[in-house]
């Protein structure tokens, strides 16, 4: 999984970006410090594989990860090679999400490129530029489609589905609000349009403000209720906090929290609506020589999920001995949970769950 921190310059991206993938990118008080993408790998973490490696006795315990790319910030006009546009654009198109950072507090000894702080105005100037991006490229796409279409027919629904995501980028508005059938959806994931990709708003708060309740501030409730209207995921995080919890220990961080009055980090928080966002579970295997777990989409059946090990298991696929991570714990190990009968044999239609522990059996 991909995600692009996105959002306007001095937000708090390239701190939230350092504090979650510990990879040091610059992070200055002036626009454009970042040109280049960065790009840093987090271990997705999940309790269900210590716990499954003690049981095992696993050599290795294996985390599934998500890239996170830190773009640089996009400024007004970005879609007409403002600040350095489309080069920002380009890089945004290969992101699986948008990470949209906003800044949700007051500091003025950190400048903001527009001279005040206003969430709503930083989210429409970031969106109209992904829209105006998006425009271009339909507007070019829907002339050329016009032209292929009179000497073949076929092409005619391809047609209709650009002029009706011309009208709703014309508004204002992006890809993502166009309601799609199965094939009308693959197409348009061809088109890799910037406003067809889903959304998590991150709201970047000061670090004396953080709490589970955000009501007292203004600036978060207002992005609370817009990413509500579109349908959009918000996490509320404190990039400073970030800092300091990612530079702990495991232990030491449980304790930082509970002083902090805090259920979870921010990063839990952001990979917990990523995986909402994206339609995303994992199943897990587990043995003497690896722990590890696998993500797939909600919804997927048996071979396929055995095929994201290797392609010859999905191949030869002939069953999936398979049991709910809950009842193996409870079980204590697989030779018990054997005895009881809480191992289940499923076939290629079985659709896989989240937390699903499995052996493929499969020839080829």
């Not at 061809?190 to 709490?211: F, G, Q, R, T």
């Not at 009055?261 to 928080?269: E, N, Y």
């Amino acid at each position: 999984m991909k995600l692009g921190i996105v959002g306007l310059p001095n937000v708090g991206k390239s701190t939230l970006f350092n504090a979650l993938t510990k990879a040091g990118a610059e992070a200055a008080n002036y626009p454009f410090a970042t040109i280049e993408p960065n790009i840093g790998v987090v271990n997705v973490p999940d309790e269900r594989l210590k716990k499954l490696t003690e049981i095992s006795n696993s050599s290795k315990t294996l985390y599934t990860s998500i890239e996170f790319f830190d773009i640089a910030g996009l400024v007004k006009g970005a879609s007409k090679g403002e600040g350095l546009g489309n080069q920002f654009l380009a890089n945004i198109r290969e992101v699986d999400a948008i990470v949209h950072v906003v800044r949700c507090f007051e500091d003025e000894n950190i400048i903001h490129v527009d001279g005040s702080v206003d969430p709503l105005r930083d989210i429409d100037n970031i969106n109209l530029e992904l829209i105006f991006s998006d425009l271009e490229q339909i507007e070019k796409r829907l002339s050329k489609t016009q032209k292929q279409a009179k000497g073949d027919k076929k092409l005619l629904p391809e047609v209709a589905l650009l002029q009706r995501l011309l009208e709703v980028l014309e508004k204002g508005e992006p890809a993502r609000t166009v309601k799609l059938n199965e094939e009308e959806d693959k197409l348009v994931r061809n088109y890799a349009l910037l406003s067809a990709k889903p959304v998590i708003y991150v709201a970047n708060v000061a670090e004396d403000d953080l709490s589970e309740d955000m009501s007292h501030n203004k600036y978060v409730q207002s992005v609370e209720e817009f990413a509500k209207e579109q349908g959009d995921e918000i996490v509320v995080i404190s990039a400073e906090i970030e800092s300091q919890i990612q530079s702990l220990e495991d232990d030491e961080k449980e304790l930082f929290l509970e002083e902090l009055g805090l259920s979870s980090s921010g990063l839990d928080k952001l990979i917990k609506s990523s995986y909402d966002l994206l339609g995303l579970i994992s199943f897990l295997t587990t043995g003497p020589e690896e722990t590890r777990a696998w993500t797939i989409k909600r919804g997927t059946k048996a071979p396929q999920a055995a095929g994201k090990i290797h392609t010859d298991i999905e191949r030869g696929f002939i069953k999936a001995d398979t049991i709910s991570y809950d009842d193996l714990i409870s079980a204590g190990s697989m030779a018990v949970a054997r005895d009881k009968g809480l191992i289940r044999s499923e076939g290629k239609e079985y659709i896989m769950q989240d937390g699903d522990v499995v052996v493929f059996k499969f020839n080829v």
